[in-house]
């Protein structure tokens, strides 16, 4: 089991910043995929940005430029570095990863962290 726990959402203003941090309980387990969802009332639960163990990373279009994803070496926590806020980003914003365990992959989620963009 991987247990993920997200921090850093929080009120802002547009065009402010926020960097959200997402921890794994362990890095025992490799990890074929992290990356940062974001569920808006009303709406399905999105991919925003997510990368692999070589780097390669993709993002939706909307955060093109504004945020930026990445990881520590010991591939336990990873970041998303989120400028130029838009009123349109507010969402929760969910941590999710995928597991190798060699016989199988499994995904894990976070519980999310809210991220509320407004004047």
């Known amino acids: 089991q991987v247990q993920l726990v997200e921090s850093g959402g929080g009120l802002v203003q547009p065009g402010g910043s926020l960097r959200l941090s997402c921890i794994a309980s362990?890095?025992?387990?490799?990890?074929?995929?992290m990356g940062w969802y974001r569920q808006a009332p009303g709406k399905a639960r999105e991919l925003v940005e997510g990368?692999?163990?070589?780097?390669?990373?993709n993002y939706d279009d909307s955060v093109k430029g504004r945020f930026t994803i990445s990881r520590d070496s010991a591939k336990r926590t990873v970041f998303l570095q989120m400028d130029r806020l838009k009123t349109e980003d507010t969402a929760v914003y969910l941590c999710?990863?995928?597991?190798?365990?060699?016989?199988?992959?499994?995904?894990?989620w976070g519980q999310g962290t809210q991220v509320t963009v407004s004047s």
């Open positions: 999710g990863v995928v597991g190798d365990h060699g016989v199988g992959f499994q995904e894990y």
């Open positions: 362990t890095s025992s387990i490799p990890f074929t995929f």
């Open positions: 990368m692999s163990p070589s780097g390669r990373k």
